[in-house]
């Protein structure tokens, strides 16, 4: 009986957080409107300060829903993982220090806690990719995924063309950071 008495709590407990608003401005709405064959480019170079390299390329989904997102990144260490990535508020600051990049995109205002909860990915912060598509394991990574909440529109909130994405150790130290840039595809 006591079994029942905690599954009915339990199913009560989800359908009342599927209805959950998190952000102070509601949840995240999805986009339809980006620009059709939109597309920007995070580079990852070697440098002093992370031996991570490869891209993150980000092109406007089908009939302007969502974004599609490939990572193609390498010389991730071997500890310290899993890697977390996220949009951040900030583009990459001339010195190269991620810190500078600030806070996780979040135009609800949401903030990091409670976590992200992958299965309803309109209640987490805009960009928090790796909370809504999982973390980066091993190495290098080969990751193809479509967000519905980023945009490739400038003038609204969930827009990233002109901001950064970092990578972080499980422990949440910024790893490596990349500017997003418009590519001119040929």
Not at 20 to 49: C, E, H, I, W
């Amino acid at each position: 009986m006591w079994f029942l008495t905690i599954f009915a709590f339990l199913f009560a407990v989800r359908a009342l957080a599927q209805n959950q608003t998190t952000g102070k401005l509601g949840d995240a709405m999805v986009v339809m409107n980006n620009p059709p064959m939109a597309s920007y480019v995070a580079m990852f170079p070697r440098n002093g300060m992370s031996k991570v390299k490869g891209k993150v390329t980000a092109m406007s989904g089908k009939d302007g829903k969502g974004v599609n997102f490939s990572l193609m990144l390498q010389g991730l260490p071997k500890e310290g993982g899993p890697f977390s990535f996220h949009l951040h508020d900030q583009p990459v600051p001339m010195d190269g220090n991620c810190t500078g990049t600030k806070a996780h995109l979040d135009p609800y205002q949401r903030g990091q806690t409670p976590a992200c909860d992958m299965s309803m990915p309109q209640t987490c912060e805009v960009g928090d990719l790796s909370g809504k598509h999982g973390k980066i394991e091993g190495t290098r990574v080969s990751k193809n995924f479509m967000d519905m909440y980023a945009a490739l529109v400038p003038g609204i909130g969930a827009f990233f063309g002109n901001r950064s994405i970092v990578i972080h150790y499980s422990n949440s130290t910024r790893l490596a950071c990349a500017n997003f840039t418009m590519d001119m595809m040929d």
